[in-house]
């Protein structure tokens, strides 16, 4: 007889959104996949027609993924979920 095993784990996980800086509307916590940094962006931060908080120059296209809709996430429960995602932190 076969034995089935079951997983802990959740047999679906949820992808991350992924965007681009220039595309950014959402607050929330993001990765930059190229670099591991963590931004968080509020939503004062994201008033359209309002002055950026942050911006960034590069030659290189980078990609943020967002790891939580809180800002304020804790940075251990924002390394947990880059841990999930396998996305290296570097914060």
């Known amino acids: 007889m076969a034995r089935q095993e079951t997983s802990i784990e959740g047999a679906h996980r949820v992808k991350l ?3 681009d800086w220039d ?3 959402e607050p929330g916590a993001y ?8 931004y968080r962006f509020p939503k004062e931060a994201l008033i359209p027609g309002g002055s950026l908080v942050v911006t960034k120059e590069s030659h ?3 990609r943020l993924i967002q790891v939580s ?3 304020y996430v804790t940075t251990m429960r924002a390394r947990l979920i880059c ?3 396998n996305v290296e932190p570097n914060f």
């Open 83 to 85: 841990a999930q995602h």
């Open 69 to 71: 809709k809180d800002p």
């Open 23 to 25: 595309d950014l509307i």
């Open 31 to 38: 990765v930059e996949l190229g670099t591991g940094d963590l």
């Open 60 to 62: 290189g296209a980078s």
């Open 17 to 19: 959104a992924e965007v």
